[in-house]
């Protein structure tokens, strides 16, 4: 089970920090993705990290790339999007997922397994 918590409203040019917190296996062992859903469009790639097991490789698009940074805390089995300058484009439900596999990827067929969701609004 995938957990996201940490969405809220924030103005432009703010930060959050999204949570994924994983239960009943160890997100060490496969890649976590982040991926977002606007109203009315499909759902993107955000970001990815491989296990830290293996070569530990992370991926953005390019939309948000040097803005946000996706991090892992193994102890806590729990993977975290960092998200600053936030533009209201950003503004979406973001959901993480697992890829058992260890592939790394944007593509979203693949995650296996998905959390519920987090909304994020930016808009002053």
């Known amino acids: 089970q995938l957990v996201e918590s940490g969405g809220g409203l924030v103005q432009p040019g703010g930060s959050l920090r999204l949570s994924c917190a994983a239960s009943?296996?160890?997100?060490?062992?496969?890649?976590i993705g982040w991926f977002r859903q606007a109203p009315g469009k499909e759902r993107e790639g955000v970001a990815w990290?491989?296990?830290?097991?293996?070569?530990?490789?992370?991926g953005y698009a390019d939309s948000v790339k040097g803005r946000f940074t996706i991090s892992r805390d193994n102890a806590k089995n729990t993977v975290y999007l960092q998200m600053n300058s936030l533009k209201p484009e950003d503004t979406a439900v973001y959901y993480c997922?697992?890829?058992?596999?260890?592939?790394?990827?944007?593509?979203?067929?693949?995650?296996?397994?998905w959390g519920q969701g987090t909304q994020v609004t930016v808009s002053s």
């Open positions: 997922a697992t890829d058992l596999r260890n592939w790394g990827t944007l593509a979203l067929n693949e995650y296996e397994y």
């Open positions: 009943g296996f160890t997100s060490d062992y496969s890649a």
């Open positions: 990290s491989r296990s830290s097991s293996s070569d530990g490789r992370l």
